[in-house]
């Protein structure tokens, strides 16, 4: 990974970082284990391209705050199967992938991902502008459902980002 553009210490060992992973900006959450006096990454974690660091931003501008205080269950897709969650009785807000079994219905978390606790989660919001100041890109990307292509249900189903496990069997609905 090139040197991040931006590093923002969460708690612990914890770190959001916007950095480029083979030309594209990424934004890493990720959990970092220190040998000695250097910090090594580790596989706790998940990394976001654009368009899901944009629809992140969206909703942690938006979304998240009124569920959390009403305790409600709340799951919002950012794309290619990644969810951002929150259980009810559960402080937390987890960012992780999910796939879904060859014979299952509805996909199921992975072990890729973070789970943030509520400081970590107030301190990621609390950099959000910092995040976007450092993401110029960030400014020409529409997030998918904002597409016109996605204005009915049949662009839904044939985007590979919305509809990662069926794009190619849409026709099955």
């Known amino acids: ?46 990394s976001l391209n654009l368009t899901q660091i944009k629809a992140l931003i969206d909703i942690l501008e938006d979304g998240i705050e009124d569920n959390r205080r009403k ?6 897709h950012l794309g ?13 807000i987890d960012v992780r992938l999910n796939w879904r079994p060859p014979q299952g219905k509805e996909v199921v978390p992975t072990k890729v991902g973070l789970c943030l606790r509520p400081d970590e989660y107030e301190c990621l919001k609390d950099n959000i502008t910092d995040i976007k100041g450092h993401l110029p890109e960030l400014i020409t990307v529409v997030p998918c459902y904002m597409r016109d292509d996605h204005q009915n249900q049949i662009g839904m189903l044939k985007c590979r980002n919305c509809n990662p496990d069926d794009y190619q069997n849409w026709e099955n609905y």
């Not at 770190?15 to 580790?42: N, S």
């Not at 305790?71 to 919002?76: A, L, V």
């Not at 199967?81 to 402080?91: G, H, L, Q």
Request: hydrophobic share 35%; charged share 30%.
């Open 80 to 92: 290619a199967n990644v969810f951002v969650s929150v259980r009810k009785d559960n402080p937390c």
């Open 71 to 76: 305790n409600q269950e709340f799951s919002w």
């Open 1 to 46: 990974m090139s040197t991040p553009r931006l590093s923002v210490h969460l708690t612990n060992n914890r770190f959001v970082k916007v950095v480029e992973w083979k030309g594209d900006p990424r934004l890493d959450l990720r959990e970092w284990h220190r040998e000695g006096k250097i910090l090594k990454a580790t596989k706790k974690g998940i």
